[in-house]
């Protein structure tokens, strides 16, 4: 493969091979923009690390374990342990009934729901409910549905 940065004061572009594969005659094609490279590159990591960190097995996991409450096991583990402010709370609670969520009242959807809602604040309050989000989803596979169903009851 081979790339070619066209340097070009107004519009920086490259030029790829690879282009051809989408179907574009040899030599005639439609140059990528720096931001677009960029874009396509760092989705392309985050999508390593989540698969590399086991993240997409877990989230698999969760979709069989069941919560009857979402806005009450935030509220236990998230705004009880300090993770969550009581708006952000309802927020992913809210965020769970979402169509860009996952489906179901489950530890998948709870989670969805909750890095859905971390897209509202600032890049740290995001940074921060995503960490958290990973931490839900491995301590709801530690608990799993009976444990959680225990919990819920209790408080």
Same mark, same amino acid.
């Given at each position: 493969?081979? @790339?070619?940065?066209?340097?070009r ?7 790829? $091979?690879?282009?051809?594969? /989408?179907? %574009?005659? =040899?030599?005639?094609?439609?140059p ?5 490279i ?16 086991g993240?997409?097995d ?8 069941? @919560? ?12 009880? $342990?300090?993770h969550?402010? /009581?708006? %952000?709370? =309802?927020r ?10 996952f ?8 989670v ?5 809602s ?14 958290f ?23």
């Amino acid at each position: 493969m081979r @790339v070619e940065v066209i340097d070009r004061p107004d519009t920086p572009t490259v030029d790829i $091979d690879t282009l051809l594969s /989408e179907g %574009q005659e =040899r030599g005639k094609f439609a140059p990528l923009s720096i931001d677009t490279i960029q874009r396509t590159l760092g989705d392309a990591i985050k999508s390593a690390r989540v698969s590399g960190a086991g993240l997409v097995d877990k989230f698999v996991d969760a979709t069989k374990v069941a @919560v009857a409450d979402a806005f009450q096991l935030l509220h236990l583990w998230g705004r009880k $342990d300090g993770h969550m402010t /009581e708006a %952000q709370v =309802r927020r992913a609670a809210d965020c769970t009934r979402d169509e860009t969520s996952f489906p179901g009242r489950n530890l998948a959807a709870v989670v969805s729901g909750l890095t859905l809602s971390a897209q509202d604040g600032s890049l740290s309050e995001q940074r921060s409910l995503e960490r958290f989000a990973g931490r839900l989803l491995s301590r709801g596979l530690a608990e799993g549905s009976a444990g959680i169903e225990n919990l819920l009851s209790e408080n």
